[in-house]
């Protein structure tokens, strides 16, 4: 039984986090440019927002698995 224990301990302190992913460090502009309408600037920045809050959705998806791994798969 201590040695199975031991064994566990072994294997829990082992684990390694992953690397984060790349595409979670990186960040938006909005690209607008000095003289575009206004319009333009619209659409350019909701997009960028957009893209921004799919990177946050994805990231957060990751991170949530990789702590349910480390959990034993329990929530």
């Known amino acids: 039984m201590r040695r199975a224990a031991s064994l566990s301990a072994q294997v829990e302190a082992s684990k390694e986090?992953?690397?984060y992913p790349d595409d979670c460090r990186r960040k938006e502009a909005s690209g607008v440019r000095i003289g575009e309408?206004?319009?333009v600037a619209l659409i350019?920045?909701?997009q960028a927002l957009g893209r921004a809050n799919a990177r946050?959705?994805?990231c957060g998806?990751?991170?949530d698995e990789i702590k349910q791994g480390?959990?034993?798969g329990v929530q």
């Open 44 to 46: 350019r920045t909701d």
């Open 70 to 72: 480390y959990a034993g």
């Open 61 to 63: 998806r990751w991170y």
């Open 37 to 39: 309408p206004l319009d």
């Open 17 to 19: 986090l992953p690397g």
């Open 56 to 58: 946050v959705v994805r």
